[in-house]
């Protein structure tokens, strides 16, 4: 077996995790079933999440930011407010599996605000793998098919905020490591979060916040493990990997919680990520082969 191989093994074993750990979080959110109120439970959750990352936070601010970066940050924060108090609230509304479908619009959104917003090139290749993408959701969703939930659009509302703040965090990573922009995530968001929380705050038993505790360390640890899965295989590699975190969602749901299992929501998924995974291929030929010219113009 070559090095290479073993690097791709070890991509796919890292987004294995990632996709449980992930799943890990859907089910503790789900099992609450609204027990908690969302913004209160997100705030919980992130709260948890700064004690993991707050080492990085003080350097971080005893450093300082520019009055642009600040600004960057704090509008990213208030992206992942609004997609989080969304996201716990289509958890506690719809299928775990319904959620992990629909959560894969977050990079068809990131695809085409990256065109609009910052002057990459959407090919003619690219718009058909995002028409594929979007049929899919249609599949996931059938609007008009059947009556549409409000955790369907609420979870909409989530993808299309997350993808949005990832554009941001695109552009504060040009400036600002990423562990510091994590660490400063956590921060500006329990801030962005605690007036919300404030509003709707019911005394939480224990056990929901041991739970709470328990999605922010899946939640940390499957960010951490993704990282891992980027930095050893290409993402042509580990991206595939990505559709079975729907296949253990719909076991999850069906087995845990007795939900239905939805052949549509398979189905819609799985164009989803083939769309999301002919986007990673073309964009890392299209790398290549760029990294090829630099190194055959630099010969000459």
């Not at 959750?45 to 970066?69: M, N, Q, T």
């Not at 509008?75 to 997609?83: E, K, P, S």
């Not at 959407?122 to 058909?128: G, Q």
């Not at 968001?189 to 919300?196: E, K, N, Q, R, T």
């Amino acid at each position: 077996m070559d090095a290479q191989t073993r690097r791709d093994l070890a991509g796919i074993g890292w987004m294995l995790v990632t996709g449980l750990c992930f799943v890990a979080v859907n089910g503790i959110v789900r099992s609450l079933e609204g027990a908690v109120p969302a913004a209160q439970a997100a705030f919980i959750r992130f709260v948890f999440g700064l004690l993991f990352v707050g080492p990085l936070v003080v350097p971080a601010l005893k450093a300082g930011f520019s009055a642009r970066i600040w600004r960057l940050l704090s509008v990213r924060g208030a992206l992942h407010v609004l997609a989080t108090v969304a996201w716990f609230y289509a958890m506690s509304r719809i299928t775990v599996a319904e959620v992990t479908a629909i959560g894969f619009l977050n990079p068809i959104v990131v695809t085409v605000g990256a065109a609009l917003f910052m002057g990459e090139r959407l090919a003619a290749r690219r718009i058909m793998a995002v028409g594929v993408a979007l049929m899919g959701a249609l599949i996931v969703l059938r609007p008009g098919l059947r009556e549409l939930d409000p955790g369907h659009l609420s979870q909409i509302l989530a993808s299309m905020a997350f993808g949005a703040s990832y554009l941001v965090a695109k552009r504060i990573t040009e400036h600002v490591s990423p562990a510091v922009v994590v660490a400063m995530l956590s921060l500006t968001v329990s801030i962005g979060l605690a007036p919300l929380a404030w509003a709707v705050w019911v005394p939480p038993t224990w056990g929901q916040v041991a739970w709470l505790g328990l999605v922010a360390v899946f939640g940390t640890a499957g960010h951490y493990s993704m990282t891992r899965a980027f930095a050893v295989a290409p993402m042509t590699v580990t991206q595939p990997v990505t559709f079975l975190q729907l296949i253990w969602a719909s076991l999850v749901g069906v087995f845990i919680f007795h939900e239905p299992l939805d052949g549509w929501v398979i189905l819609g998924g799985g164009l989803m990520i083939g769309a999301i995974c002919y986007i990673t291929w073309r964009e890392a030929r299209q790398r290549a082969r760029a990294s090829a010219t630099v190194v055959a113009t630099a010969a000459e």
